[in-house]
């Protein structure tokens, strides 16, 4: 670990660009737990559909810390020097001031950039993995160092963005179902099957991942031999309509009076895989989001009478 990480941490980070820029980032929340996209000491952005009511599948990029080209020489040490920003450091230690300056100084005018550390604070181990980083890296033109931002871990950086909307699970029967009976399964509230996230290191490159709906899963809640599951769903299901096949929903073969609350929950998960624009040969798992519905199953009562 750099011993220069915790006292120069404040303040000294921000320097991808001539004036130091904010922290960017992305956030995404997943029912039942939250997952978010945080990008620190990075001027990384990411735009598509990030948010906008959408769940993400809470994949985590490979390795959550990276360097990032920054400042040419001359703009890091007129930056490191500057009066206004640097006074309270230069009255605190004006010996370790200079000491530190001097790696700044010995690069004036030379061709390439300082890459400096960033990386993913919602991972558990970003910070750590971030501390383990140099806090500059002088870097000559057209060179990427070891733990330099590839295109490949900006894509990641995308894939953990993207979002895709929380289905709505509609069936028929609607209120309750009884054994024996098809129940159909659909989604509402998908709206475009095709979503987009990019990750932009500015001036530099960028890279888009894009999800298709292509399929949706459904998981009965409960074993074989109390319900049969038809899946010749297509992307959102098969609505009822009479006289139509049965090839996607439940058919329960035994009520849900024994379950716990008297129901099976139901979970339809949409499935959308996952490309890199401009087919780069950058493989991911699809995106998978669920949701989740009580279905409680009754058995049909008759009375035979002689």
């Not at 399929?215 to 049969?228: L, M, Q, W, Y």
């Not at 090839?247 to 499935?271: E, K, N």
Request: glycine fraction near 8%.
């Amino acid at each position: 670990m750099n011993p220069l990480i915790p006292a120069l941490v404040t303040g000294l980070l921000l320097l991808s660009a001539p004036t130091p820029q904010p922290t960017t980032g992305a956030r995404t929340t997943e029912q039942g737990r939250t997952r978010t996209l945080i990008l620190e000491h990075s001027t990384i952005t990411v735009s598509g559909d990030v948010g906008k009511g959408g769940k993400s599948d809470g994949y985590r990029i490979k390795r959550p810390c990276w360097y990032e080209p920054g400042l040419s020489a001359d703009e890091m040490l007129k930056f490191q020097t500057n009066s206004k920003t640097q006074f309270a450091r230069v009255k605190a230690d004006e010996d370790s001031f200079n000491k530190f300056v001097q790696q700044f100084k010995d690069k004036k005018g030379q061709p390439g950039r300082w890459w400096t550390p960033a990386y993913d604070a919602s991972d558990p181990n970003g910070a750590t993995c971030w501390a383990g980083l140099e806090l500059f890296i002088f870097v000559p033109p057209n060179d990427t160092p070891p733990s330099g931002i590839t295109f490949e871990q900006l894509a990641e950086i995308a894939r953990a963005a993207i979002t895709v909307p929380q289905p709505t699970i509609k069936l028929s029967p609607d209120a309750k179902s009884f054994v024996n009976l098809p129940t159909f399964v659909w989604l509402e509230g998908i709206g475009r099957p095709r979503r987009t996230a990019t990750a932009t290191l500015p001036g530099v490159m960028s890279a888009t991942v894009v999800a298709t709906l292509q399929n949706i899963k459904i998981d009965a809640g409960t074993g074989k031999d109390r319900a049969e599951v038809r899946e010749q769903c297509g992307a959102t299901g098969k609505p009822y309509a009479k006289g139509a096949q049965f090839t996607c929903g439940v058919q329960y073969l035994r009520s849900s009076i024994d379950q716990p609350r008297q129901v099976y929950q139901l979970t339809v998960t949409t499935v959308w895989p996952v490309t890199v624009a401009g087919g780069v040969p950058v493989q991911f798992a699809p995106v998978e989001v669920g949701a989740t519905r009580d279905v409680p199953v009754g058995e049909v009562q008759s009375n035979v009478r002689p």
